[in-house]
């Protein structure tokens, strides 16, 4: 079973967007996947650090809700490897719905994404905004 992490807009589920970042997540969007593939439950949970700039709180916070996968709209380097330090599976540079999000993992269609490299402070925020570069919610 794997427990996805995805940085979300909205507590909308499914129909929430990703977030250009992962540190300034309003919300992350909690989906578990069963060892079948299928999706199981669907919860949102409040980022509490989001008007923070605590380098490696979000990465233990996400971590401490059992999660082993953080899909993200943009995520800088060092943030991308404390996640791999905690033993999880990071995709970065991700946008539109949750659940198209999910539909192309399940797919085999989310390929790691290469950090934003003006989101490499190691502060885990994306200053509000997406990298443009094909990682923030421009992309498709």
């Given at each position: 079973?794997?427990l996805l992490a995805?940085?979300?807009?909205s507590a909308?589920?499914?129909n929430?967007?990703?977030?250009?970042h992962?540190?300034?997540?309003?919300?992350f969007?909690?989906?578990t996947i069963?060892?079948d593939?299928k999706?199981g439950d669907?919860r949102?949970?409040?980022?509490?650090?989001?008007?923070?700039h605590?380098?490696?709180?979000?990465?233990k916070?996400i971590?401490?809700l059992?999660?082993?996968?953080i899909?993200?709209?943009?995520?800088?380097q060092?943030a991308q490897?404390?996640?791999?330090n905690?033993?999880?599976?990071?995709?970065a540079?991700?946008?539109g719905?949750v659940?198209?999000?999910?539909?192309?993992?399940?797919?085999?269609?989310?390929?790691?994404?290469?950090?934003?490299?003006?989101h490499d402070?190691?502060d885990?925020?994306g200053?509000?905004h997406?990298?443009?570069?094909g990682?923030g919610?421009?992309?498709?």
């Open positions: 079973m794997k995805i940085t979300s807009d909308a589920g499914l929430a967007q990703v977030s250009g992962f540190g300034a997540a309003a919300f969007t909690l989906v069963d060892d593939g999706v669907i949102s949970e409040a980022n509490p650090h989001a008007q923070q605590t380098p490696g709180a979000v990465p916070f971590r401490s059992n999660a082993n996968v899909i993200a709209g943009g995520m800088g060092r490897q404390i996640f791999t905690l033993g999880m599976e990071v995709r540079g991700k946008s719905t659940g198209n999000v999910i539909d192309a993992y399940l797919a085999g269609q989310l390929a790691e994404g290469a950090p934003c490299q003006h402070n190691g885990g925020h200053d509000g997406g990298c443009g570069d990682h919610p421009a992309a498709n």
